[in-house]
């Protein structure tokens, strides 16, 4: 997975389009380079015919004009072995080149995988449909969008290769149905038997014998004489007389049981996780963390108080948020995470967003964020780590985590251990992409400019387990998160006494 990788945020994804503009132009170019050498044809072909029907209507007249019979025998001879190589000269030559050039910057194979993972992620997080989704039915809401055969034909050949046969079998079934009603495009023309072939393939993996050998007869009533598709025949027929199983050890992972029940992570994606009944959760203005809050309270929102964890309404103004998006977006890279065993950052499959940090001191703005960061927590941010702005994508997500360091990490921590979080949202997002909490039971969703905090460790400085959390993937939306990891040890003398 490479740093550039494409569809881990919206912001990154946006290049793309622009590419794409460039590649219609080049594409309408060699439309036009094509059109002009039609004409040229064209327009021959009518005075050529025009002269020969001429002398073929009074042939011996026409022969017997000796300036007539020295052109033909000079055109037979010249004119159309300069046809020949009109022909032979290729078109679009510089149009196939630029293409060529694009394509470093084009979306690799690794970004498809990628993006079928996430499509894939989104599909099992929000136990969504495939027929559903292929149809642009997302989570309850119609959108004016659906997928091509070719689309749900990459979703079922990339989750085959890895070995999801279910979910890749749900895929190819659909691209069946999608070529039933539309017809695809040339020069992207998709066999129906080879889609059934790779359906029967794909059943056969799930031990379905009966049904694969169904696909392939359906297969043989459009091309009885096939010889792949009748050896197929022969093959599967000879598994079902046998019983040998061409099963590949499935994984006995129950995760991949497409009716399970929802783990308690998914539920929490899922909103739906029982409203709190404490009655200590109220909504406040705190004026009091820092003297400046006397000035200008802050609308707080206590979600929990163990661990200690508040929400901050309209703690960004628009001004900043826009400010912060375009001071972050040329510099977004994709996140990583911190590997021990490597002793340095990687990036993994379990985050996928872009990133951008920003030192404390990097222009106002960011001077601002932090003095609002100390009225919003009374933490003393020295030695805390940069601000963090990112970005999700397609299906963009945070596994579930912890903030705080593991043993490793934490003996090699000048700072100490991180004692609590700041993430704001810079960004609402339209369905998914919310954070969630599953050992106390807490979601908390993207709202544009409010922000949510809590405490990592407990009051004796131990990590809290209970603080364990993730970022649900985004289903619709470009969701804007800026955050900041507070670090333990400036806060030895001003620790403000945490509440209870
Ligand atoms: O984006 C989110 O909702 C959570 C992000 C997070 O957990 C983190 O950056 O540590
Ligand atoms: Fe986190």
Redesign the pocket.
């Known amino acids: 997975i490479e740093e550039s990788s494409h569809c881990t945020s919206v912001a990154g994804m946006v290049k793309l389009l622009e590419l794409e503009d460039q590649l219609i132009e080049n594409l309408s170019d060699y439309a036009n380079e094509l059109e002009k050498r039609l004409e040229t044809v064209r327009r021959s072909i009518d005075s050529l015919r025009l002269e020969n029907q001429k002398a073929r209507s009074s042939t011996v007249d026409y022969l017997s004009n000796p300036l007539n019979s020295f052109s033909l025998i000079r055109r037979m001879n010249r004119d159309w072995v300069i046809w020949q190589l009109f022909m032979e000269d290729p078109v679009g030559v510089t149009q196939a080149d630029k293409i060529q050039t694009l394509r470093e910057e084009m979306p690799t194979s690794t970004d498809v995988e990628e993006a079928v993972t996430a499509l894939d992620r989104i599909q099992i997080t929000y136990g969504l449909k495939v027929e559903d989704i292929a149809s642009g039915y997302l989570n309850g809401k119609q959108y004016p969008i659906s997928v091509t055969a070719l689309d749900s034909y990459a979703m079922g050949q990339i989750l085959f290769d890895q070995g999801n046969f279910i979910r890749a079998s749900r895929w190819i079934y659909q691209t069946l149905t999608w070529m039933e009603s539309f017809k695809l495009p040339e020069p992207f023309l998709l066999a129906k038997d080879e889609v059934r072939t790779f359906y029967a393939e794909t059943l056969l993996k799930l031990n379905e014998k009966a049904d694969a050998l169904k696909v392939v007869n359906i297969a043989l009533t459009d091309k009885p004489h096939d010889i792949k598709l009748l050896v197929k025949k022969m093959e599967i027929e000879a598994l079902i007389r046998t019983g040998t199983s061409n099963q590949q050890p499935q994984p006995k992972n129950p995760l991949s049981n497409p009716n399970r029940s929802p783990t308690l992570y998914e539920m929490g994606c899922r909103g739906m996780y029982p409203a709190s009944t404490d009655s200590k959760l109220v909504c406040r203005y705190n004026s009091t963390t820092t003297p400046f809050l006397t000035l200008a309270p802050l609308k707080m929102e206590i979600v929990g108080l163990n661990p200690y964890m508040v929400i901050y309404h309209d703690v960004l103004s628009s001004a900043e948020i826009d400010e912060m998006k375009e001071m972050a977006t040329p510099s977004l890279k994709r996140a990583t995470v911190y590997k021990a065993s490597l002793g340095k950052n990687e990036v993994v499959k379990t985050r996928t967003?872009k990133v951008a940090w920003f030192p404390d001191s990097y222009n106002s703005l960011t001077l601002r964020l932090n003095a609002r960061i100390h009225d919003m927590t009374g933490f003393d941010l020295s030695g805390s780590e940069m601000l963090?702005l990112?970005n999700?994508g397609l299906g963009g997500h945070?596994d579930k985590?912890y903030?705080f360091f593991n043993a490793t990490e934490k003996s090699s921590s000048l700072t100490g251990d991180r004692i609590a979080?700041v993430?704001f949202y810079m960004s609402d997002v339209e369905q998914g992409?919310?954070?969630v909490f599953p050992n106390i039971y807490k979601t908390v969703y993207?709202q544009r400019g409010t922000a949510v905090m809590w405490y990592n460790l407990k009051d004796d400085g131990q990590p809290d387990e209970q603080t364990l959390?993730?970022?649900c993937p985004v289903l619709v939306g470009s969701?804007w998160?800026c955050?900041k990891?507070i670090r333990e040890r400036a806060q030895f003398r001003s620790r403000p006494c945490l509440k209870k």
């Open positions: 967003s963090q990112m999700y945070y985590h903030d979080t993430l992409g919310a954070t993207p959390h993730a970022a969701k998160v955050n990891w």
